[in-house]
């Protein structure tokens, strides 16, 4: 399709594991966001890429989260030694260019951490 | 430190009665999003607002941005069972800083 696509929908690991989470934004769109959401809670912003520039890191809750973005288009976001507190939904959005563009949405990978 | 906040936080209301709800910050934006998020599926946008002052309507959604770009409503005229989900807000400091959100507002509209 024509839409963001993120992968795995579900993941349910144990405790301890490393899990990646996968992400596929619409072609052409230069700019891509991870964010994660409680639930109930609104959306925590994460990490953000915009072209080539150096990714905004800031939102990275610990040094255990990590993304990549290979050759501007898809992303990786890893999650090391995961814990409990890290079961959210995570949704990978991108948007066409700088300023006020739309975001667009995946409709996540559901983390369960046991 | 939340750096938008949203109220309230959630809201029962019967179908036809209208409502608003409010996104503050002590923050300038230069711009601030809307997007609604239903159950199970990613948020969607609703409307962008780049001037101070600015007011945009989407059909019963009226969109306020404040003179001071720290602040929005969102009015909603004779609500719907289908206006149901959570409404988010979103500003941007700059045009190199990301998008950051709200914890949202949950509308249930009963019929």
């Known amino acids: 399709g024509a839409g963001v696509s993120q992968s795995p929908s579900n993941k349910v690991t144990e405790k301890g594991k490393d899990v990646e989470l996968r992400c596929d934004p619409i072609s052409g769109h230069t700019a891509l966001y991870w964010y994660r959401q409680s639930l109930g809670q609104g959306l925590e912003f994460l990490i953000y890429?915009?072209?080539?520039?150096?990714?905004?890191k800031s939102g990275l809750p610990s040094d255990r989260f990590s993304a990549e973005r290979t050759g501007g288009s898809v992303s990786t976001l890893t999650i090391q030694r995961t814990q409990q507190e890290d079961s959210a939904v995570y949704f990978c959005a991108s948007s066409r260019r700088r300023g006020t563009g739309e975001l667009f949405f995946g409709e996540g990978s559901r983390l369960t951490v046991l | 430190t939340q750096l938008l906040e949203q109220s309230p936080q959630f809201l029962s209301i019967q179908e036809g009665e209208n409502l608003t709800v409010y996104c503050n910050s002590s923050?300038?934006?230069?711009?601030l999003q809307w997007y609604r998020q239903e159950p199970g599926e990613g948020p969607v946008l609703l409307v962008t607002v780049v001037t101070g002052g600015e007011v945009k309507k989407l059909k019963r959604l009226t969109f306020q941005f404040g003179d001071a770009r720290k602040d929005s409503s969102l009015h909603i005229t004779a609500a719907q069972p289908g206006d149901t989900g959570l409404y988010l807000c979103a500003g941007k400091e700059s045009g190199n800083t990301p998008l950051v959100f709200g914890k949202g507002t949950r509308l249930s509209v009963i019929a």
């Open positions: 890429f915009q072209g080539n520039s150096a990714p905004d």
């Open positions: 923050s300038v934006f230069s711009s």
